[in-house]
């Protein structure tokens, strides 16, 4: 098969590397915006296809796919290092990037073998990836703060862990359809690397705008303010609910993190609109949020830091961000129609002393009360999507199971005798 990879690739390959964009990286004159927006682009496709590789039991896969070869991270590394200075978004390579990605989300459902193709097509990129350091340093003058870890993965080495990759992937039995399929799945990801980089130089005079995959590569193209100091309250005010809210990260670690991030700029933009607006959306979000795992109690917290933050970022606009608290308050008010704060505190401190100080999970009684309230208050699947996470004996004592179960029957319990 690795023979007909080649050979079936070898004209898109040629294609790619006479881009416009490559050409003006060579000769140090691409904007640093173009280069951002490669990092952002690739790492919306990295980020789809390692989850679908990571999640594969298909052993095709797993014996050529290993957590090792995962490259977001360095890219999110490398990422994180131009944060500060506000780069806008290049749309149509973000389009282009996240049309990649749900093709990748499909075929790990309907085709994972082809997922093999496209991870054919990003490893190979490796090979120049001594060239393309040399080139984006010298063009961009990077420091030791800004440099390229996403290129410099297997540094010294990459010709020798492409080799074995191949080695691996030549050795996997498949039938000759699938390998068909694998090729051509190679194709398909060269065409969407080929709309990335045309997407990314020349730059259209006045396409960049801000995207919320500039903080998160699997949030989507949904807008986050054009304010970089909203984008960095934004930020905090995620990191202070993931600190106040530590069942956020033992349960949705890092990814979960990074939706933190993005959500928490989205929520920024809603202060641009009425309140009646505003509530609406909050409402939505907070009942999908719910349903997943997340009681509504953690969107009220977040939209409190948040506004908190704004406030202090930019004082002039306090006015508008109180669009937030109102929204944070519409939640808490339906809670109370359920639970009132008396209720609610007693039930939570009922949870935390029947646990004890020791107990991994601070807070999780009023997560727990919290989604008695959404679940009475109409929300599908409130307090099984967090009871079933609760309660996993391979992650908690019985003990604790015990008392998430008896907090959870006595909330409802108070619920029906209140109505």
């Not at 040629?14 to 416009?20: A, E, I, N, S």
């Not at 191949?166 to 068909?180: H, K, M, P, S, Y």
Request: hydrophobic share 45%; charged share 25%; glycine share 6%.
């Amino acid at each position: 098969m690795l023979t007909e990879l080649r050979e079936q690739t070898a004209a898109y390959h040629v294609r790619l590397q006479t881009l416009p964009y490559f050409k003006a990286l060579a000769s140090a004159e691409l904007p640093l915006a173009s280069y951002v927006g490669q990092l952002r682009a690739l790492a919306i496709v990295h980020a789809a296809l390692e989850r679908a590789l990571n999640h594969s039991t298909l052993p095709a896969v797993t014996a050529v796919w290993c957590a090792e070869m995962q490259r977001l991270p360095l890219l999110e590394d490398d990422l994180v290092s131009f944060r500060a200075q506000g780069i806008l978004d290049v749309p149509e390579a973000t389009s282009a990037a996240l049309e990649c990605a749900q093709c990748l989300r499909a075929l790990s459902l309907e085709d994972p073998a082809c997922l093999l193709g496209h991870l054919y097509v990003l490893e190979g990129s490796t090979l120049g990836a001594v060239t393309l350091r040399q080139q984006v340093a010298r063009a961009f003058d990077l420091g030791d703060t800004h440099l390229p870890r996403y290129l410099s993965r297997n540094e010294g080495h990459e010709k020798c862990s492409f080799d074995e990759f191949c080695g691996r992937l030549e050795a996997v039995t498949i039938d000759e359809a699938t390998r068909a399929r694998v090729i051509a799945a190679a194709c398909d990801g060269y065409e969407y690397h080929l709309r990335i980089f045309a997407a990314l130089y020349p730059l259209g005079e006045g396409t960049l705008k801000p995207l919320a995959t500039s903080l998160n590569p699997e949030a989507g193209a949904h807008p986050i303010p054009t304010d970089q100091r909203e984008i960095e309250a934004a930020v905090r005010a995620g990191e202070k609910c993931l600190r106040q809210i530590p069942y956020f990260e033992a349960r949705y670690g890092e990814r979960g993190r990074r939706f933190t991030s993005s959500d928490s700029a989205w929520l920024v933009t809603l202060s641009d609109l009425d309140d009646e607006q505003a509530i609406e959306q909050v409402l939505w979000l907070g009942r999908v949020l719910a349903a997943r795992g997340m009681p509504r109690l953690t969107l009220q917290i977040h939209l409190e830091l948040l506004f908190e933050e704004l406030a202090n970022a930019v004082p002039a606009r306090r006015e508008r961000y109180e669009t937030l608290q109102r929204a944070a308050r519409a939640l808490h008010e339906a809670r109370c129609r359920q639970i009132d704060d008396a209720l609610f505190d007693s039930l939570s401190t009922e949870f935390e002393v029947r646990v004890g100080p020791g107990a991994p999970l601070r807070g999780a009684g009023a997560l727990l009360v919290a989604a008695v309230a959404d679940e009475a208050n109409g929300v599908p699947n409130a307090v099984a999507s967090l009871e079933d996470w609760m309660t996993d004996a391979a992650r908690f004592a019985h003990p604790w199971i015990e008392a998430v179960r008896a907090t959870l029957t006595k909330g409802r319990d108070e619920v029906h005798r209140g109505r």
